[in-house]
């Protein structure tokens, strides 16, 4: 009769508690939904990094390099401002400009001359070369690794929110082309609702995204 009564309670118990999160789900703030989906963006954005196989290595990025069965070859490395890594064995070897596929095969053909047949892995694990900049009324203004085919929101979505004083809707992205400078309008209220998708223009190096 006792373990009856105990059962009993414990179906209770996590009928009550699948009920709570249900509700917990449907009243949500819709902002707290926009943030979340903001955070998977940049969650995606950040997985593609490694992902790209067009992506140039530049100075500062940091890279993973994995030899198959030579733990004391694989490691992670950063890219000098010169443009090169140092690695056991080789010494100084040219990262910056190459793929990570490209620079894989020129450290596995340099290595063949201490180890038989060497299997080289390059990924990139932080993107430090590349920046965009957001600056004015949000909580995290400043400089931002670019992310492959990062667009101006998931930008926006890095910088901490915005202050009450923010404009949304008059927010500009400040791109220079031909030595001149370019000023692209964004309106946030419009790109989280999916209005003119157009104008979440996907970002270059040296952009600056203002909001008044």
């Given at each position: 009769m006792r373990s009856t009564i105990v059962m009993i309670l414990a179906a209770c118990l996590m009928a009550g508690g699948a009920q709570a999160r249900s509700e917990g789900r449907t009243a949500?703030?819709?902002k707290e939904?926009?943030?979340?989906?903001?955070?998977?963006?940049?969650?995606?954005?950040?997985?593609?990094?490694?992902?790209?196989p067009a992506y140039k290595i530049g100075p500062q990025d940091l890279l993973k390099i994995d030899v198959w069965k030579e733990e004391q070859l694989t490691r992670t490395?950063?890219?000098?401002?010169?443009?090169?890594?140092?690695?056991?064995?080789?010494?100084?070897?040219?990262?910056?400009?190459?793929?990570?596929?490209?620079?894989?095969?020129?450290?596995?053909e340099q290595l063949k001359k201490y180890i038989n047949n060497p299997q080289v892995t390059v990924s990139v694990t932080e993107i430090n070369s590349r920046r965009v900049y957001v600056t004015g009324e949000v909580s995290k203004a400043g400089a931002y690794?670019?992310?492959?085919?990062?667009?101006?929101?998931?930008?926006?979505?890095?910088?901490?929110?915005?202050?009450?004083?923010?404009?949304?809707?008059?927010?500009?992205?400040?791109?220079?082309?031909?030595?001149?400078?370019?000023?692209?309008?964004?309106?946030?209220?419009?790109?989280?609702?999916?209005?003119?998708?157009?104008?979440?223009?996907?970002?270059l190096p040296g952009d600056v995204i203002v909001v008044p």
């Open positions: 949500q703030d819709p939904e926009v943030k979340g989906a903001k955070s998977d963006a940049r969650l995606t954005a950040a997985s593609r990094a490694g992902e790209d490395v950063p890219v000098r401002p010169d443009g090169k890594i140092t690695l056991p064995l080789l010494n100084d070897v040219q990262a910056a400009g190459l793929t990570p596929m490209e620079l894989a095969g020129v450290i596995s690794a670019l992310l492959p085919r990062m667009t101006v929101l998931q930008a926006l979505s890095s910088s901490g929110g915005f202050t009450q004083f923010a404009r949304v809707k008059n927010i500009y992205v400040l791109r220079t082309e031909n030595g001149k400078q370019v000023k692209m309008p964004f309106n946030y209220k419009e790109a989280v609702r999916g209005i003119n998708p157009e104008q979440n223009i996907e970002l």
